[in-house]
């Protein structure tokens, strides 16, 4: 939730031209990271829950990917910038070794 919070911030920064580009993709994959885990914690089975956790982690790295075509195109605030580079590789650690520990059992 806290790379959702920040990634809102950093899209302040952002050109206005980019309302609909990669303002509204940052902001759909941030938020789309928590939900899906939230999501698949309601399923039933492991299984099911492991595949939820696929889905956030995919998204995680969609993330990656947008904040580092920010960084090429030198958008927004760079401290934030890198804050949340330096985040999302520990969420996508997290959701991975969550992931296959929830497959393993």
Not at 12 to 30: K, Y
Not at 45 to 52: Q, R
Not at 73 to 95: A, C, F, H, P, W
């Amino acid at each position: 939730m806290d790379v959702t919070d920040w990634t809102f911030s950093y899209c302040l920064s952002l050109p206005a031209s980019e309302r609909f580009n990669l303002i509204d993709q940052l902001n759909r994959s941030s938020c789309s990271i928590p939900s899906n885990i939230a999501e698949g914690s309601g399923k039933r089975t492991k299984k099911h829950f492991a595949e939820f956790l696929t889905t956030s982690l995919s998204s995680a790295y969609e993330l990656e990917t947008h904040l580092l075509i920010c960084e090429r195109r030198k958008y927004g605030d760079t401290e934030l910038l890198n804050k949340l580079l330096s985040e999302i590789t520990e969420v996508q650690k997290m959701i991975f070794t969550f992931r296959n520990n929830i497959s393993s059992d």
